[in-house]
């Protein structure tokens, strides 16, 4: 069982920078590979990010990719996203998620997904 808390979301104008964590409980946190996703108000939850447990392989949304970072903490059991140059249709909820595979988080289903955050909330304002 793993437990995800987000924090690190907040209001910042077009342009700034926020950085999101992800703070897990569990020591079977470095068997998943972790990720963001976002759900803006109306729409459906989308991936953003995510990051290989063991190879470390990265994959980001087209729409963020070159201003948004993932990374994680093996030995704090910590996810982050760092996001630069915010715009503000990146306003969203954003969820932390544990899944099987990087990959699969980029371009499955959202249900394959084995554990979510309670998200928290990124308005950036024009």
């Known amino acids: 069982q793993v437990q995800l808390v987000e924090s690190g979301g907040g209001l910042v104008q077009a342009g700034g920078s926020l950085r999101l964590s992800c703070a897990a409980s569990g020591r079977t946190f470095n068997r998943y590979s972790m990720g963001w996703f976002r759900q803006a108000l109306g729409k459906e939850r989308e991936f953003v990010a995510s990051?290989?447990?063991?190879?470390?392989?990265?994959y980001y949304a087209e729409s963020v990719k070159g201003r948004f970072t993932i990374s994680r903490d093996n030995v704090n059991y910590t996810v982050y996203l760092q996001m630069n140059s915010l715009k503000p249709e990146d306003t969203a909820v954003y969820y932390c998620?544990?899944?099987?595979?990087?990959?699969?988080?980029?371009?499955?289903?959202?249900?394959?997904?084995?554990?979510w955050g309670q998200g928290t909330q990124v308005t950036v304002s024009s």
């Open positions: 990051r290989g447990h063991i190879s470390g392989s990265t």
């Open positions: 998620a544990a899944g099987p595979s990087a990959y699969t988080m980029a371009t499955k289903s959202i249900s394959e997904n084995d554990y």
